[in-house]
């Protein structure tokens, strides 16, 4: 734990980006980003950007959704046992989105799961 609390005190005072495909506190990879978010702000909770699927408590957050063909794919009976396509196109819509929105920062960090 001490090389995270030294990570996390050279970050204070820095323009953060933080990213998840996920709703803070939900499932695991959501666990991870409010984990995350909590732990960078207790540093510097007024220079921080979160990019999500959902808003979380007073923090500026970009709402990204899930992608056309992933719900276009959920919708539809037979495709819809397609899960690893499933998340594959969501979390490649989701991190193009981010690519395309993310504003200047000192440092990023992204949630990352695996199906």
């Known amino acids: ?19 998840g495909n996920a709703q803070p506190g939900n499932g695991g990879q959501g666990l991870n980003l409010k984990q ?8 510097d909770p007024h220079d921080m950007h979160i990019f999500c ?24 009976p037979g495709l819809r046992r397609m899960r690893d396509f499933h998340v594959s196109k969501n979390d490649e819509y989701f991190d193009r989105r981010v690519a395309a929105q993310m504003p200047d920062c000192e440092l990023f960090q992204g949630a990352t799961a695996s199906v």
């Not at 408590?57 to 539809?76: E, H, K, N, Y």
């Open 36 to 43: 995350m978010i909590e732990g960078y702000a207790e540093e």
């Open 53 to 76: 699927q959902g808003p979380y408590l007073d923090f500026p957050v970009t709402i990204i959704g899930q992608s056309p063909i992933s719900r276009f794919v959920a919708r539809t």
């Open 1 to 19: 734990m001490k090389g995270m609390e030294k990570m996390m005190k050279r970050s204070a005072g820095l323009r953060v980006v933080l990213s």
